[in-house]
């Protein structure tokens, strides 16, 4: 459920959590600082209940493989990885499609970033097919952060991105945050521990801070993994296989 805040709101609830007056531009506690606070917390907020299971901060975009095999000055070949796009901030997972079949792609660990070409599939099609396996890299010469895809792309394959974009911050003070229906009450006891954290006489209210956020976490981790489904494990040893075989050459549902 929305329940929208204006950080204006936000401050004030921090001001008063933590005993604290609104400094304006020359006080102990400036509004640029607690504004500071307040938006640090919001984007740690996002990455909390995104990874608990939420979607509601989750974005989408979509692009092709390139076929270029020439590396850049970065030795990123452009058939070699998908580019992330310029608000990223973290990957919840990449799908692909040929065709009219979409498959997800796995992310793999680094130590098995050579395991697949002891594949004999590997070793026939030269390392070139149909991308199903990736992992976020370094750099690319324009800059952007890249995800290795394995195998390199044989042919302009369509993939969507779903990730966890960076938010902009909240500026004037009408700007607005949606808590998902009272959880920004975690973002607010965020920025008050980070304004007491400097206060060698708060510490019981900071430690006071911390527990509060722990518990709202445990909530949170609650409500949104039953939000999000009910848990299963996902046979990623058989899938990983699966999609190895299925990624070299015509490539097709059996």
């Not at 400036?30 to 606070?37: E, Y």
């Not at 909240?170 to 304004?195: C, H, K, N, P, Q």
Request: aromatic share 10%.
């Amino acid at each position: 459920m929305s329940r929208t805040r204006t950080l204006l709101q936000l401050r004030q609830d921090v001001c008063d959590r933590a005993d604290i007056t609104d400094g304006g531009t020359t006080g102990r506690h400036t509004t640029a600082n607690l504004n500071r606070r307040i938006n640090q917390a919001i984007q740690q907020y996002r990455r909390l209940v995104t990874d608990c299971g939420c979607t509601l901060f989750i974005k989408q975009t979509s692009g092709t493989t390139s076929t270029s095999s020439t590396p850049d000055t970065e030795n990123w070949a452009p058939r070699d990885y998908i580019a992330m796009p310029a608000d990223f901030y973290h990957l919840e997972g990449i799908d692909i499609t040929l065709g009219e079949t979409t498959v997800p792609m796995i992310d793999f660990m680094q130590l098995e970033r050579n395991a697949f070409k002891m594949s004999p599939s590997w070793l026939a099609s030269g390392g070139v097919g149909m991308p199903v396996f990736y992992k976020l890299g370094g750099v690319n010469q324009a800059g952007s952060r890249v995800a290795k895809i394995i195998p390199s792309a044989g042919s302009a394959y369509a993939y969507v991105l779903w990730y966890l974009p960076i938010p902009t911050d909240l500026a004037a003070d009408g700007d607005t945050f949606d808590g998902i229906a009272g959880y920004e009450e975690w973002v607010v006891y965020r920025a008050v521990a980070d304004s007491l954290f400097r206060d060698g006489t708060a510490q019981a209210a900071y430690q006071s801070c911390m527990m509060e956020m722990a518990r709202l976490e445990n909530k949170m981790a609650y409500e949104f993994a039953n939000s999000a489904g009910p848990g299963r494990r996902v046979d990623t040893k058989s899938l990983r296989d699966r999609l190895l075989q299925v990624s070299f050459g015509d490539w097709r549902i059996v």
